[in-house]
Nanobody, 124 residues
Framework: QVQLVESGGGLVQAGGSLRLSCAAS????????TGWFRQAPGKEREFVAA????????NYAHSAKGRFTVSRDNAKNTVFLQMNSLKPEDTAVYYC?????????????????WGQGTQVTVSS
């Protein structure tokens, strides 16, 4: 079993940066791919980025490419999402999720474990 806890969200002005963290419990977490998703009010949850267990493979949504960077520190059981050049349309609750099958997929159904989310609000 894996438990995930996100942190690092907050209020930031457009053009600013935030670094989200996803801390995991469970010794098998380091063997899982980890993804970041987000859900804005009134919208479906969407894929943002994902990283393989060793960190050598990544996958990004088009909206995240060039602005967001996903990374991980397996020694600390933590995955990060560095978000730069934030826009108001990035406002959402951000979730991390773990996939034991290492797919780095875009669909939330591919992820077995989820955190509770952290709110990111970008003001214009």
């Amino acid at each position: 079993q894996v438990q995930l806890v996100e942190s690092g969200g907050g209020l930031v002005q457009a053009g600013g940066s935030l670094r989200l963290s996803c801390a995991a419990s469970g010794r098998t977490f380091t063997q899982y791919a980890t993804g970041w998703f987000r859900q804005a009010p009134g919208k479906e949850r969407e894929f943002v980025a994902a990283i393989s267990w060793a960190g050598f493979r990544t996958n990004y949504a088009h909206s995240a490419k060039g602005r967001f960077t996903v990374s991980r520190d397996n020694a600390k059981n933590t995955v990060f999402l560095q978000m730069n050049s934030l826009k108001p349309e990035d406002t959402a609750v951000y979730y991390c999720a773990a996939d034991p099958m290492q797919r780095l997929g875009l669909s939330e159904v591919e992820y077995a474990y989820w955190g509770q989310g952290t709110q990111v609000t970008v003001s214009s």
